[in-house]
């Protein structure tokens, strides 16, 4: 069983940063890659980011060079670093993985980008 937790979104102007955690339960952290996903208004839900068990990175081009990834095993916790934000960043914002062959999802934190 895992669970994970969302959080630090918010309202933010274009062009500022905002920092998501995703904090995840259970022991089998370390092993266990995590993606980013988003989901706006209207829009099926988008993979924004992943990272591996062991630290390897991808990006949706959309987020290339304004977002990174990272992970803390000694926390538990994966981040997403988001800077240069733009209006269509606007979306709630979850972490996902797979364990077993069954998805996990977060209940997502909403980013709002305001022009």
């Known amino acids: 069983q895992v669970q994970l937790v969302e959080s630090g979104g918010g309202l933010v102007q274009a062009g500022g940063s905002l920092r998501l955690s995703c904090a995840a339960s259970?022991?089998?952290?370390?092993?266990?890659?995590i993606t980013w996903y988003r989901q706006a208004p209207g829009n099926q839900r988008e993979l924004v980011a992943v990272?591996?068990?062991?630290?390897?990175?991808n990006y949706v081009d959309s987020v290339k060079g304004r977002f990174t990834i990272s992970r803390d095993n000694a926390k538990n916790t994966v981040y997403l670093q988001m800077n240069s934000l733009k209006p269509e960043d606007t979306a709630v914002y979850y972490c996902?993985?797979?364990?077993?062959?069954?998805?996990?999802w977060g209940q997502g934190t909403q980013v709002t980008v305001s022009s």
């Open positions: 996902k993985t797979d364990w077993v062959g069954r998805p996990y």
């Open positions: 259970g022991n089998i952290f370390r092993i266990i890659p």
């Open positions: 990272i591996t068990s062991g630290g390897s990175r």
